[in-house]
């Protein structure tokens, strides 16, 4: 089974800094069927980033994706206030354990 | 504007069973994935099951596999997942997600319900 694994745990900045976001699988994943997902606090998670690189929806030029293999990561290159949240990846059957983006 | 409904939560006692629903509207139903996913108080998100969009398929979690069974009914625009033998680990909030993409790895899960609570305690 594919195991997800997010690093950090939190992640603790400032409006305005760069947010790097790791997410690794304990196997060889297609990052094609790779997603991010953004979650605040009471409201249900939202589609950030499909098949590893591409913004869904709506989402602003600042979110972007990249990785392949194992390794991949989410960037958010200057925070927005509305950016500060969790935030999980996912691949067919496997969320990873979610990374916290908070103000610091 | 797509709608997904979640009904059929509420307080359990273990070993009991429970049947949600989920009520989808503002699209085409029968083209997408759907699928469960829940989120335990305070915890990450879990993918439970999903049912391909004919319902011929289905792919479940490790932790429910077994115990839960995804069903559709493309008629009537609903789906459903039954639980069984239930556990107080399985105390949740239970989404419904639409998933887009062609099949169950290429499928991204779009469109979220509010989702129904299920809490297992005696």
């Known amino acids: 089974e594919i195991e997800l694994t997010q690093s950090p745990g939190s992640l603790s900045l400032s409006p305005g800094e760069r947010a790097t976001l790791s997410c690794r699988a304990n196997q060889i994943i297609n990052g094609a069927y790779l997603a991010w997902y953004q979650q605040k606090p009471g409201q249900v998670p939202r589609l950030v980033l499909q098949g590893a690189s591409t913004r869904a929806s709506g989402v602003p030029l600042r979110f972007s994706g990249s990785g392949s293999g194992t390794d991949f990561t989410l960037t958010i290159s200057r925070l927005e206030p509305e950016d500060f949240a969790v935030y999980y990846c996912?691949?067919?059957?496997?969320f990873g354990q979610g990374t916290k983006v908070e103000v610091k | 504007e797509v709608h997904l409904e979640e009904s059929g939560g509420g307080l359990v006692q273990p070993g009991e069973s429970l049947r949600l629903s989920c009520a989808g509207s503002g699209f085409i139903f029968s083209d997408y994935w759907m699928q469960w996913v829940r989120q335990a108080p305070g915890k990450g998100l879990e993918w439970l099951a999903s049912i391909k969009p004919d319902g011929t398929d289905l792919y479940y979690g490790g932790s429910v596999r077994g115990r839960f069974t995804i069903s559709r009914d493309n008629i009537r625009n609903v789906f459903f997942l039954q639980m069984n033998n239930l556990r107080a680990d399985d105390t949740a909030r239970y989404f419904c997600v639409r998933g887009i993409g062609s099949g169950i790895y290429y499928n991204f899960f779009d469109s979220w319900g509010r989702g129904t609570l299920v809490t297992v305690s005696s």
């Open positions: 996912q691949q067919f059957g496997a």
